[in-house]
């Protein structure tokens, strides 16, 4: 198999208490240790990669997000997945083509942009442009705002995964949603379901998955940790 295929196979949790586990490196040297843990794939956090490289959150520009993936995923042998925001305005056969080129097996693509929710339906036709372009080269993983804006009704969450799943989304992400309503959401939404954890807090992975998580991601949680960790290194020293 090679590496998308290697990485759609790891989607299928051989238990509902093993969801598939995906830390975020944030550079190159930070995806050498998680591969070298043992980790089968990584997944990039656009936050953490913004804060390597000096950015806020959101204002990376997209040729050095592209480069800063293409580093992190040559930089090991396991599929890497990368974190693009929203696709930087390019047209969807150009976002594959940089994708492709940058090496990565995945993508995740929000559904808002400047803190506003996207047409549902007209986002579901760009899904399908970029699933049709990746022609099965990409396992795209649709992200779902609702809740990190606000909105609190599952139900809108249920209503945009199913619209982004026909539309070909291998999977999908509605981040920080609560921890109560994932069994409804397993319940409401067909495919591979993305559960944001957080590092030190809340159910481990294993709860996660056992609640209907298939994977788990960490967004910048690990480079935050880094960091705070390197802080309390450089506080010794002085």
């Excluded at 790891?10 to 550079?27: C, I, M, N, T, Y």
């Excluded at 843990?37 to 959101?58: E, H």
């Excluded at 992200?143 to 599952?154: E, H, Q, S, W, Y």
């Excluded at 992975?205 to 705070?228: I, N």
Aim: hydrophobic content about 45%; aromatic content about 6%; proline content about 8%.
């Amino acid at each position: 198999m090679n590496k998308v295929e290697v990485f759609r196979a790891l989607h299928r949790r051989p238990s509902p208490e093993k969801p598939l586990v995906l830390p975020g490196p944030w550079d190159a040297a930070s995806a050498r240790v998680l591969a070298d843990a043992g980790f089968p794939a990584l997944a990039t956090p656009s936050a953490g990669v913004a804060a390597s490289l000096g950015y806020a959150d959101g204002r990376t520009p997209a040729d050095e997000m592209f480069a800063a993936v293409a580093r992190i995923a040559r930089s090991v042998d396991v599929p890497v997945s990368a974190d693009v925001e929203d696709g930087y305005g390019l047209p969807p056969k150009e976002l594959v083509g940089r994708l492709l080129e940058a090496g990565v097996v995945g993508c995740n693509l929000e559904d808002s942009d400047g803190g506003v929710l996207k047409d549902a339906r007209a986002h579901a036709d760009w899904l399908a442009e970029v699933r049709s372009a990746a022609a099965g080269e990409l396992f795209v993983n649709a992200r779902i705002d609702t809740f990190a804006l606000g909105v609190t009704d599952p139900g809108r969450v249920i209503e945009r995964a199913a619209l982004y799943v026909a539309a070909g989304a291998d999977c999908v992400y509605p981040i920080k949603a609560p921890v109560a309503v994932l069994p409804l959401l397993r319940s409401g939404i067909q495919g591979p379901l993305n559960v944001f954890a957080r590092l030190g807090e809340g159910p481990s992975p294993a709860e996660l998955g056992a609640l209907g998580a298939t994977r788990v991601t960490f967004g910048p949680g690990l480079q935050r940790r880094a960091a705070a960790v390197l802080g309390d290194i450089a506080g010794e020293l002085r």
